[in-house]
């Protein structure tokens, strides 16, 4: 009996106990295709961290004596298909069982157990020992309730996991969320630490793919791509970040600027994702760190990291696996718009929507404001199909997978689940913009104008947005005071704001 087993471009953990022991009946099989999907058209950056920590991880396997065959995107043999290649590697080794860690992915979940299936090959599926919660541990613990409240489940974590808790039981600092106290704009009044120094060189895998016509998106030096590729790398860059940032991370969480493409964010997502480093440890060396630091770093920074890994990401995991496939096809809001041109070049007098774009492409990064108040707002007051939207941001960002994107994208960002993720749609007009960072004094547009040439587009597609979606949302109670303000508003003040948006919508190209 040989077992063939399948190491996923996303499941990269040398600490998952198949790997605790050598077996010379098992031969591990990494195959590089790009992620996904090939319909998308993927970060360059994407492309080279994922295929070179996919090789660093094999060559630590095969350190480690394991028996590894390894297919390349540019090897002859590549089929740059998941089942054709893994029909002639179980002849390769006449394999009769298939081995693979339970998929983070919705689709490649089904297509395994076909694959099993057809191929009459017994299937082997493992869990990744990756997250904290099971696949349907959310879909359990909110049974019979009507709506998903992330801090309910935050809470629920903190208690299952002992994180963050005194003795009796109750939450270290007294409250259970600062979040309150973190969301201040950055006015340089505390300087932005320098990127982490990391540099691989990526030009062979590079050669590859353009060798192998993989199409993609984005800019890149593949003599230095700066995301970490091994769990040392990962460990690195976390500590960088507790070290120089951390103690601003919650303050600044909200804040943009031109000046800076991450602020005190971690930009660990990417090491996460693929898992070269567990969610376990990210908190456990967070919290370590701060009960040496107390005097420098605050619950408040320490609680909204924490809240982000153990509360936001597993929260999103439990939706995607709570609500897919049919999360895919939602549309609350019917949107049908195609994404401007823009998104794909940064080319727009928008100056928020431009930084944010530009960045993206040279970075394959966004922090979470960038994605959620500039970028996805801006798509949501446009009425962009979510699919372009998913689309998108599935193919830009570095972190981008399937079950954390479309529920932080279409869920929270757009809506278009209706209220799962959301409470309600994460919109606005200049005004949160402005507040928040330094965009709008060097803008074409003036962010206090809501009609006219020069008025922010953000300002009149708001007020639209509200008044062609009454029907839907109206009812809500945490946005019908807006409609109060709208029934306010003078006559002919609405409608130059109405006329204003109608022109925007049909020539959005033109922003
Ligand atoms: P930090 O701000 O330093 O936060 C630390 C970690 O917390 C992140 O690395 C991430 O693992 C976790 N986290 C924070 N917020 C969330 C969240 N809302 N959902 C899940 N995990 C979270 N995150 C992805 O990992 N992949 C995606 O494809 C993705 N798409 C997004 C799309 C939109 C429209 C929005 C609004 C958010 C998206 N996010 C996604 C969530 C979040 O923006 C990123 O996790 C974060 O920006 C990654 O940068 P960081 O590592 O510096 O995060
Ligand atoms: Fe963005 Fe409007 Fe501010 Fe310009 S004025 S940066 S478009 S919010």
């Not at 120089?244 to 930009?267: C, E, K, N, P, V």
């Not at 809240?307 to 597993?314: S, Y």
């Not at 709570?322 to 949107?335: E, I, R, S, T, V």
């Amino acid at each position: 009996m040989k077992t063939l087993r399948l190491i996923l471009s996303d499941q990269l953990s040398s600490q998952h106990s198949w790997f605790q022991q050598v077996r010379s009946d098992v031969v591990y099989a990494l195959i590089e295709i790009p992620p996904e999907t090939n319909a998308i058209k993927h970060h360059v950056q994407k492309l080279l961290a994922t295929f070179a920590a996919m090789r660093a991880f094999a060559a630590q396997l095969r350190e480690a004596g394991h028996r590894v065959e390894y297919v390349a995107i540019d090897d002859v043999r590549n089929q740059q298909q998941l089942d054709t290649n893994l029909t002639w590697l179980i002849s390769k080794y006449q394999a009769t069982h298939l081995g693979y860690p339970l998929p983070d992915n919705y689709q490649l979940d089904v297509q395994l157990r076909a694959f099993c299936q057809q191929h009459s090959i017994a299937a082997e599926a493992t869990d990744t020992e990756h997250f904290y919660t099971t696949r349907h541990e959310l879909q359990q613990f909110f049974e019979g309730k009507k709506q998903l409240v992330m801090e309910t489940f935050y809470r629920y974590m903190r208690r299952k996991h002992q994180i963050l808790l005194e003795k009796d039981g109750k939450p270290v600092g007294g409250q259970w969320n600062f979040d309150q106290e973190n969301r201040k704009k950055w006015k340089g009044e505390v300087d932005i630490p320098a990127t982490f120094p990391l540099q691989n060189d990526c030009r062979e895998i590079k050669k590859a793919l353009d060798q192998a016509n993989i199409p993609y998106i984005g800019t890149v030096d593949a003599q230095a791509v700066q995301w970490p590729i091994t769990s040392v790398q990962a460990l690195h860059l976390l500590r960088h970040f507790l070290e120089t940032s951390l103690a601003y991370f919650g303050t600044y969480q909200d804040a943009m600027t031109i000046q800076s493409w991450y602020l005190f964010h971690s930009r660990i997502s990417f090491a996460l994702n693929v898992k070269l480093i567990t969610p376990q440890e990210v908190i456990k060396t967070t919290i370590n760190y701060w009960q040496e630091h107390q005097n420098v770093v605050s619950i408040a920074q320490v609680e909204g990291f924490v809240r982000q890994i153990l509360g936001w990401r597993e929260f999103m995991r439990g939706v995607y696996w709570a609500y897919m496939p049919d999360y895919a096809a939602k549309n609350y809001f019917g949107h049908t718009r195609s994404l401007p041109q823009y998104y794909w070049t940064g080319n727009t007098k928008m100056r928020c929507m431009q930084h944010a774009i530009t960045q993206s492409l040279s970075q394959a990064y966004a922090h979470h404001i960038q994605r959620l108040m500039v970028t996805g707002n801006f798509a949501l007051l446009a009425g962009i199909h979510p699919d372009a939207v998913d689309a998108w941001y599935l193919g830009i960002y570095i972190d981008a997978l399937q079950w954390v994107e479309i529920t932080n994208t279409r869920g929270m960002s757009q809506f278009a689940d209706g209220g799962i993720v959301a409470t309600k749609p994460y919109i606005s007009s200049a005004n949160y913009i402005h507040r928040m960072s330094d965009y709008c004094s060097d803008c074409y547009y003036d962010p206090k104008q809501r009609h006219g040439d020069r008025a922010c587009p953000f300002n009149s597609l708001y007020w639209h947005f509200f008044v062609r979606h009454r029907d839907l949302l109206q009812r809500n109670r945490r946005v019908s005071m807006v409609y109060h303000l709208v029934d306010k508003m003078p006559a002919t003040e609405r409608k130059a704001i109405m006329e204003c948006a109608a022109h925007h919508l049909a020539n959005l190209e033109e922003l």
